[in-house]
């Protein structure tokens, strides 16, 4: 018989056959793009075309879209779920709160483009509601922090659309995203801050035991869940009471790779109270079924976090199998690495910037060759030293172009002269040597921007006050510079922030006003 192929691939699932017979009935309820017959069952693109393939000639085909031949359709019929599922009751609540869902798939539609190098799959706008719901059903959310460590899928608008009360932080390390969060909840009068860090060099001191909660979709490594996870740990203000909540999958094809994650996270004490299939869906990530599950998780203490390789994620340069810029390449860069006559080369240093970078050194050679696009502008001002050579990708946004050069030396003109040398030492990579600007050349306002540059790692306002008062040389007092502050930005939250844990945008918009404070 025809059928007999996919009976025996039924078959051969055994207890876990469900999947594919859902896959059978959407073929025979009309036509489906692979990627559907993959998403809404949540079923492995492989297993679904290995379906594909036992039907055989009984299917019709338009391009990406499948369907039962309507000729033998009735021949299947037996083959599919054969009754109601049950309801996701999350799901089922989506009806009731249309607007949002709305909002939701308007944002998704404008958000930065996903950046493949930071393992970006776009969560549906279903999957961002309901996880807000899940989380408003489940905690009480009036008057808690919620932080998100990453979110490209806009979970923190969806939360603040479903529970107003709830106060959201945003840490990320896309300058993109952050910029866009900013926007849109301060259109809406949304309770969310946005903070910038790359969680492998830690968090920033601000955010460090603040959260009731902490929601990710980290990178679906086992690097990345347990760096990610750590860092969740680190957030929370009482790990006896708070909870990590974290999106993982992985294709049950290959459940070695799930049992990897779980021991990672066990091992930072994690106790899973719970883990709730295929809660999440995406427009992307077939391999698992386009799905993953819902790890609600209970710390049993607060354990360090191991230092992190660079290397977590799945694609791209700082994927975990990456290799590397080469030998030939950091040795180009430390020749071009500019330093008094009378020192010795400097030794190439790996990205970081959670403290000054350099301290005691005469220059500096920084490996930057797998920077996602934030690390250069970070680097630059965690710099101590006042030469600097840095290897970059030759496609990086403050590279590549002029618009993109003039934006980096714009923010740190007053610290260091830039200069770029493309296709060097390669093809693939870059250097930017960058020079120290001697304060005598600057006016006030230049003395105040450099000072707060040059102590990117203070709190914001109390470094802000102290610029104002050397770049013076004392004609201001320290409350007259707390007074120009006030009436520069008021009681801004960045106040209590470093410069360096700031979003690029709210940096490119506060030095113009230190500068207009000292004069």
Known sequence: MATEPVRALLAERGAHARGLRRVVDLLADDWHTLAEL???????????????????????????RYRLAPA???????????????????????????????????????????????????????????????????YDLAGRTLLCLGDHDLTSLAVCSVNPDVSVVVVD???????????????????????????????????????????????????GMALFAGRAVEALADP???????????????????????????????????????FHRFDGAQAIGSAADLYVCRPTSRRPVAPARTSIYTHGPQSVEASGPGS?????????????????????RQPGWAEPVGKGAASLAVDLSGDPGPWLLRTLLACSPGRMAALVP????DVASEKGQKGLASLVGTRFALRFLRSTPDGKHCVVVADQVLAGTLDTGGLAVREVLVRAHGKLGNVWREALVTASRGAVT????????DEAVGDSDDLELRLVDLPRHRIAALLPLISESAG
């Open 478 to 485: 320290k409350r007259e510079a707390r007074q120009r502050i």
């Open 72 to 138: 033998h359709a009735a021949d299947y019929a037996g083959f599919g779920v054969g009754g109601d599922d049950l309801v996701d009751p999350f799901g089922a609540l989506l009806s009731r709160h249309t607007a949002q869902l709305r909002a939701i798939l308007a944002d998704i539609a404008d958000v930065p483009p996903p950046l493949a190098a930071l393992d970006h799959v776009q969560a549906t706008a279903e999957t961002a509601l309901k996880r807000a719901l899940w989380l408003d059903n489940t």
């Open 328 to 348: 030939k390449a950091l040795e180009a860069l430390v020749d071009l690495a500019p330093r008094p006559e009378s020192s010795p080369p400097p030794k190439p």
């Open 240 to 278: 006896g009471r708070g909870r990590v909540l974290l999106a993982h999958g992985f294709s049950d094809r290959t459940p070695a790779l799930g049992l990897k994650v779980q021991q990672e996270l066990q091992r930072l004490g994690l106790v899973f109270e719970a883990i709730l299939p295929a």
């Open 173 to 223: 390390v896309d300058d993109r995203l952050l910029e866009y969060v900013d926007g849109r909840a301060a259109e809406r009068g949304f309770a969310i801050r946005t903070v910038h860090a790359d969680f492998r060099f830690g968090l920033p001191p601000a955010v460090l035991e603040t959260a009731d909660l902490v929601f990710s979709d980290p990178p679906y490594t086992p690097e």
């Open 394 to 397: 030759n496609n990086h946004p």
């Open 38 to 64: 993959v998403r809404l069952p949540a079923v492995p693109r492989r297993t679904v075309q290995e379906l594909l393939t036992a039907i055989g000639d009984d299917l019709d085909t338009s391009g990406d």
